[in-house]
């Protein structure tokens, strides 16, 4: 297992400012004095409202994780496009009907004729987007490693300094957060692109079935997320063993995770549902609200949700182990 960070207590603090919002090296209140810390919906919202000045410093380093997600799905959605058949059969029917006028073939291409935005974008948008994507790719796993370890300390009640304790984390995991990180954007990449296909391409059963198996896989893929990370930053463990505790989790800690689940849609609906309702007023603060503290927000309830059952079934066993010895 690996060492706790600990901060050194001796240190003078520094002096209070009129304005320290976005002061990420700032200590907070700290917590109070044999306080009741069971992980029960009560002390979420305490400890939340608590931390939430850190959540908005979190969530400026997390902005960097969606950023270029954004700007690639921005590119593609306002480049040029021209249409394209979908079906193969198309060319060559088309041919046919074209040179023969066949009376056959001409139901057939109804049938074959639906037609796709095919982008055709400028070398320096297939570019940038190629150079977003890859930077991206390289960076997630510390992106994800340093927001966990963030998250970790806000959760635990440890003193916390967003900024330099982000790059600790990542300083710390190197190595294993880049593996991990490659292997969750191949994970997730797979999962999305396989989702897309069996949902635009339902009819049969067959496809219907494989479109709810994906569906399955992704609610799973997504359960698992919200220990992988933490898992990584608290032990010393191979990358296989840590999926395959993780796996496990989903089940262990159904309960938790499935409140987890809840916490994260019904933040995403109220910031939806007020897009919603702002929007034709021109009043756009809703918009950016995610920008704000929605991310740090999502990745606090998860790991508000999962810690508890690591602490559980990996932490406390042991610890108690070592008391009595």
């Known amino acids: 297992m690996k060492k706790r960070y600990d901060y050194n207590e001796t240190e003078s603090e520094p002096k209070k400012k009129k304005f320290r919002l976005f002061d990420m090296n700032r200590d907070g209140k700290g917590v109070e004095e044999e306080e009741d810390r069971t992980p029960n919906l ?77 982008p055709v974008f400028a070398p320096i948008i297939n570019i940038t987007m190629i150079v977003l994507a890859v930077l991206l790719i390289v960076t997630w796993g510390w992106q994800n490693v340093g927001a966990a370890y963030v998250a970790r300390g806000l959760y635990r009640g440890e003193p916390v300094f967003v900024w330099s304790d982000f790059f600790y984390g990542i300083k710390r995991n190197f190595k294993q957060g880049f593996l991990l990180g490659l292997i969750d954007a191949l994970i997730m990449i797979v999962l999305a692109v396989d989702f897309v296909f069996f949902l635009s391409r339902g009819g049969t059963f067959a496809l219907d079935f494989m479109y709810f198996v994906i569906f399955a896989l992704v609610i799973v893929y997504m359960v698992m997320r919200f220990y992988i990370y933490l898992m990584l930053i608290t032990f010393d463990m191979k990358i296989t063993k840590i999926i395959k505790n993780a796996l496990i989790f989903t089940v262990l800690g159904i309960k938790r995770n499935l409140l987890a689940i809840l916490g994260v849609a019904i933040l995403l609906v109220i910031n939806g549902y007020l897009i919603v309702l702002t929007f034709p007023s021109g009043f756009s603060l809703p918009v950016v609200l995610p920008f704000i503290y929605l991310f740090a927000s999502f990745l606090f309830i998860t790991t508000y949700a999962a810690y508890p059952v690591i602490d559980k079934y990996m932490i406390a066993p042991y610890a108690n182990k070592s008391e009595e010895q």
């Open 42 to 118: 009560k002390f979420f919202f305490k400890l939340f409202f608590r931390k939430f000045s850190k959540l908005i410093q979190l969530n400026l380093l997390m902005i960097f994780q969606v950023l270029p997600i954004i700007a690639i799905v921005l590119m593609y959605i306002y480049g040029n496009k021209t249409p394209t058949a979908t079906d193969v059969s198309f060319a060559p029917l088309y041919g046919i009907d074209s040179l023969a006028n066949s009376v056959g073939a001409a139901p057939l291409l109804d049938l074959v004729s639906t037609q796709m935005g095919l």
